[in-house]
């Protein structure tokens, strides 16, 4: 049974990673394209109508999705009592938004925000329809098909946006991204998907999974506030210009680490919940899983960090290097993000919900602090607070899980430790190399400054004998051999 669980959780994060490479990479060009077309504002704009995506779908999958993968067994009635409250939710929620649009309109001074919400916040309902459908293909470690169905929709969504965006379309092609990347997606997931609507909508079954389900929404509720909130008062406070560097920041940070953070937490969540009784295992997965993440995305944010300049000017050219200082301090929240999800993915395993909620409570709290601090005082502050924010919120939740594992402090800090200080080192180098390489061409000196951190992190990590590196290399041969 435990080899089995290990080969299928090792294919599933395979094709969940190759996606997820594959996707950003088709994001990243679609992003650099529409992004010399468009203008600023156009992402402000859609940055604001944002923060209510997120909520609402949030408040839209109500914590079920997370409850079902976690059951032992799922009847057809579960799942219709979920795809009930799913579209009764994304309904509601789609109406309630799309009245108030006018009012946002109004106070953001913006009038397209009118003509925009009704289709942008389409991508509610839309989704609600494929929940239980990409749940059940991940209870059934159906990873291969989820992760093709993602990649398509991703392209579909990608040359439509182009398309949209050669033909002058400006933030409509934002809008036909977001849209038909949630309309593909679901319609290939019911395509692919075993349930076809069996079952009744049955009000026991659905108060069963509610109390669990209820506590990681709330949580998730004032997660999702709290990573988006800052759009709206940067949009306010500052300008939509602004609002559009530094939305775009966070979008470029986003490719690489909501990639990492969806393939290994869709995975590893299942994957931890088979082993949760067997405590031993369990500790050294979730350090093991830790340290990997770590060993991969450290040096990555970092490195992106340190060649924002030259990145921005071959992606983006020279209209978007107001963004390059809010990215170079962005970049460093990706370091910590991916860890506290980890975290938390122990606490959904483990707990009942409600420590989660108690927990949020105490980090929201701090968070508020940080935002009231950094929100008057200027941008680059946001951006430095949301730093600080996702360092305390790893350091919270891995706090938490302590009650549940037997990974202490100390071993997860030696754990983490020798990226941390690689990570340093090459991030030194490699602005070294860009202060002496700055009046050959961006591309040339992206590339060198690329090639000297790869150098300097793999030969360090190989002389040191770094422990990170040989899972690495071992886990890439498993799946490899796979």
């Given at each position: 049974?435990?080899?089995?669980?290990?080969?299928?959780?090792?294919?599933?994060?395979?094709?969940?990673?190759?996606?997820?490479?594959?996707?950003?990479?088709?994001?990243?060009?679609?992003?650099?394209?529409?992004?010399?077309?468009?203008?600023?504002?156009?992402?402000?704009?859609?940055?604001?109508?944002?923060?209510?995506?997120?909520?609402?779908?949030?408040?839209?999958?109500?914590?079920?999705?997370?409850?079902?993968?976690?059951?032992?067994?799922?009847?057809?009635?579960?799942?219709?009592?979920?795809?009930?409250?799913?579209?009764?939710?994304?309904?509601?929620?789609?109406?309630?938004?799309?009245?108030?649009?006018?009012?946002?309109?109004?106070?953001?001074?913006?009038?397209?925000?009118?003509?925009?919400?009704?289709?942008?916040?389409?991508?509610?309902?839309?989704?609600?329809?494929?929940?239980?459908?990409?749940?059940?293909?991940?209870?059934?470690?159906?990873?291969?098909?989820?992760?093709?169905?993602?990649?398509?929709?991703?392209?579909?969504?990608?040359?439509?946006?182009?398309?949209?965006?050669?033909?002058?379309?400006?933030?409509?092609?934002?809008?036909?991204?977001?849209?038909?990347?949630?309309?593909?997606?679901?319609?290939?997931?019911?395509?692919?998907?075993?349930?076809?609507?069996?079952?009744?909508?049955?009000?026991?079954?659905?108060?069963?999974?509610?109390?669990?389900?209820?506590?990681?929404?709330?949580?998730?509720?004032?997660?999702?506030?709290?990573?988006?909130?800052?759009?709206?008062?940067?949009?306010?406070?500052?300008?939509?210009?602004?609002?559009?560097?530094?939305?775009?920041?966070?979008?470029?940070?986003?490719?690489?680490?909501?990639?990492?953070?969806?393939?290994?937490?869709?995975?590893?969540?299942?994957?931890?919940?088979?082993?949760?009784?067997?405590t031993a295992k369990f500790a050294e997965s979730y350090r093991k899983v830790l340290m990997i993440s770590a060993f991969v995305m450290t040096p990555a944010m970092v490195g992106m960090s340190a060649v924002a300049e030259p990145l921005f000017k071959v992606m983006l050219g020279e209209k978007w290097l107001p963004t390059v200082p809010y990215f170079e301090v962005i970049a460093l929240s990706g370091i910590f993000y991916p860890l506290a999800m980890l975290a938390y993915n122990v606490l959904k395993v483990h707990s009942n919900g409600?420590?989660?909620?108690?927990?949020?409570?105490?980090?929201?709290?701090?968070?508020?602090?940080?935002?009231?601090?950094?929100?008057?005082?200027?941008?680059?502050?946001?951006?430095?607070?949301?730093?600080?924010?996702?360092?305390?919120?790893?350091?919270?939740?891995?706090?938490?899980?302590?009650?549940?594992?037997?990974?202490?402090?100390?071993?997860?800090?030696?754990?983490?430790?020798?990226?941390?200080?690689?990570?340093?080192?090459?991030?030194?180098?490699?602005?070294?190399?860009?202060?002496?390489?700055?009046?050959?061409?961006?591309?040339?000196?992206?590339?060198?400054?690329?090639?000297?951190?790869?150098?300097?992190?793999?030969?360090?990590?190989?002389?040191?004998?770094?422990?990170?590196?040989?899972?690495?290399?071992?886990?890439?041969?498993?799946?490899?051999?796979?």
């Amino acid at each position: 049974m435990g080899e089995k669980l290990v080969h299928r959780v090792a294919t599933g994060v395979a094709w969940s990673t190759a996606e997820k490479l594959c996707s950003m990479l088709l994001q990243m060009g679609v992003s650099i394209i529409v992004a010399r077309l468009l203008v600023p504002e156009d992402f402000g704009v859609v940055a604001i109508l944002t923060f209510f995506t997120a909520v609402s779908s949030t408040i839209i999958d109500g914590g079920f999705s997370q409850t079902l993968l976690r059951k032992e067994s799922v009847t057809n009635d579960d799942y219709k009592s979920v795809f009930a409250f799913n579209m009764t939710a994304a309904v509601v929620l789609y109406a309630l938004f799309v009245a108030i649009a006018p009012l946002l309109a109004r106070y953001y001074n913006l009038p397209i925000i009118t003509s925009v919400a009704p289709v942008l916040l389409l991508v509610m309902p839309l989704n609600a329809i494929g929940i239980i459908q990409n749940t059940n293909l991940a209870r059934e470690f159906r990873f291969g098909v989820l992760s093709r169905i993602n990649f398509i929709a991703s392209m579909v969504a990608g040359v439509v946006a182009v398309a949209v965006a050669l033909c002058g379309g400006g933030v409509w092609a934002l809008v036909a991204q977001r849209v038909c990347v949630v309309a593909t997606k679901s319609l290939l997931l019911w395509w692919r998907g075993d349930w076809r609507g069996e079952g009744r909508a049955d009000k026991r079954a659905w108060c069963e999974m509610a109390p669990f389900s209820f506590r990681l929404m709330s949580t998730d509720i004032v997660s999702a506030v709290y990573g988006n909130i800052s759009q709206l008062f940067i949009g306010k406070i500052y300008s939509a210009d602004t609002l559009g560097y530094f939305n775009q920041a966070q979008k470029i940070k986003d490719l690489p680490v909501q990639s990492a953070v969806l393939s290994v937490q869709s995975v590893t969540y299942p994957a931890l919940a088979k082993i949760k009784d067997d405590t031993a295992k369990f500790a050294e997965s979730y350090r093991k899983v830790l340290m990997i993440s770590a060993f991969v995305m450290t040096p990555a944010m970092v490195g992106m960090s340190a060649v924002a300049e030259p990145l921005f000017k071959v992606m983006l050219g020279e209209k978007w290097l107001p963004t390059v200082p809010y990215f170079e301090v962005i970049a460093l929240s990706g370091i910590f993000y991916p860890l506290a999800m980890l975290a938390y993915n122990v606490l959904k395993v483990h707990s009942n919900g409600s420590i989660i909620f108690r927990l949020e409570l105490v980090k929201r709290a701090i968070m508020t602090v940080v935002l009231a601090v950094t929100i008057p005082h200027s941008t680059m502050a946001i951006a430095w607070g949301l730093v600080a924010m996702t360092l305390v919120e790893f350091a919270v939740n891995f706090a938490a899980t302590r009650r549940y594992t037997a990974l202490s402090w100390w071993q997860m800090i030696r754990t983490l430790l020798p990226t941390l200080l690689l990570s340093t080192a090459i991030y030194l180098a490699v602005k070294v190399v860009g202060h002496y390489s700055d009046t050959i061409a961006p591309i040339w000196q992206l590339v060198s400054q690329v090639a000297v951190g790869v150098v300097i992190y793999t030969l360090g990590a190989w002389i040191f004998r770094v422990e990170a590196l040989r899972e690495f290399i071992t886990t890439l041969k498993s799946v490899l051999k796979r």
